[in-house]
């Protein structure tokens, strides 16, 4: 069976929150075991935007620190949910950015806060929120504006932002008939092939070894490709009408400047993480529109069925915010996770 839409979550908890001198922790493993659909996760970030472009959500720049070597970055942000009527702060820190992979090590947590009652909700590993919300925004992303008629979609990386990435293309745009994957670790690979099966079971992926003829036929670019990868798909190699969506590495700066339309999750937070897209004179283009308003129907998204789009998928924390808050919902009512007297 595939991933069948769900009609979105409610936005309000039914598990109340503690009391003032306790904080739930919601762990790796509280949170790996809660089932959750595709679909259910589209429609929390897909609300979430929604809720944010009306005006009822605070989503303030996130805070960056990063020493002069480049060998970690850090992350603070802070934000409120209107509709769910929820604070929370996000942390996220990486470690080993000048090594390999498997010498890295990441922590990321959020801490949610009922805004109705003053309470603390939970605390939470926000590796599995981040895992899912950013692979959402990019199929959102592609189901606003992707040509008509988009068939072909190819992800290069393998990592935690790869391996779910086609899954959730095909929950936006069940049209796609032919997946394309670019990746170099077997293990990755085999990740990927594994969701895929998980959630379209009829459904499998080529393995390309020539990205620019890959590319060439690809009407959706999804590039999640950690920071050492090699690939670095060029404008001139993309069709008529191609959407390059960038969450990590894997699209060349020209794909950027020389597009016909640039959208972004976020201005201000691409212009503070995409740097590495920057000219020669360390410059990048302004935005033709953030993605909230495209999403809600008041900015245009795509305007020419040839237009070459390129979109950049940075992280909201209201995003992180309202999925952590599903992920909260579903786990108290479970009876998951572990108290702690943290205030007493």
Request: hydrophobic letters at 40%.
């Amino acid at each position: 069976m595939t991933d069948t839409p769900a009609a979105p979550a409610a936005a309000t908890s039914d598990a109340a929150p503690g009391d003032d001198t306790h904080l739930r922790i919601l762990s790796t493993t509280d949170l790996a075991g809660i089932d959750i659909s595709l679909a259910d996760v589209v429609a929390t970030v897909e609300g979430a935007y929604r809720t944010l472009q009306a005006g009822q959500s605070d989503n303030p720049r996130k805070l960056t620190v990063k020493p002069q070597d480049g060998h970690s970055v850090s992350y603070a942000m802070l934000g409120r949910d209107g509709s769910r009527e929820v604070v929370a702060i996000k942390t996220s820190y990486k470690h080993g950015l000048d090594k390999g992979r498997e010498e890295q090590h990441y922590y990321t947590s959020l801490t949610l806060y009922d805004d109705v009652t003053g309470l603390p909700v939970a605390m939470m590993d926000c590796s599995r929120i981040g895992s899912l919300r950013t692979p959402a925004v990019s199929a959102l992303l592609a189901r606003e504006l992707a040509a008509p008629g988009a068939r072909t979609a190819l992800v290069i990386g393998t990592g935690t932002q790869g391996r779910l990435a086609l899954p959730f293309l095909l929950t936006t745009l069940p049209d796609l008939d032919r997946l394309l994957l670019s990746g170099t670790h077997p293990e990755g690979i085999a990740a990927v092939r594994e969701q895929l099966r998980t959630h379209f079971p009829d459904r499998d992926v080529e393995i390309v070894t020539d990205l620019r003829a890959a590319a060439a036929d690809a009407d959706v670019i999804v590039a999640t490709a950690g920071g050492h990868t090699p690939a670095a798909v060029e404008a001139s190699w993309l069709k008529p009408g191609a959407l390059s969506v960038l969450v990590g590495h894997g699209l060349a700066p020209s794909t950027l400047h020389e597009a016909d339309r640039v959208i972004a999750t976020s201005e201000a937070q691409m212009n503070v993480t995409g740097t590495d897209m920057a000219d020669a004179e360390g410059k990048l283009p302004s935005v033709d529109a953030e993605f909230p308003p495209v999403l809600a129907g008041v900015s245009a998204g795509r305007t020419g069925a040839d237009e070459r789009i390129f979109a950049y998928n940075s992280g909201l924390v209201v995003t992180d915010i309202a999925l952590g808050h599903r992920f909260a919902q579903l786990a108290l009512a479970q009876g998951l996770g572990t108290e702690v007297p943290l205030w007493r």
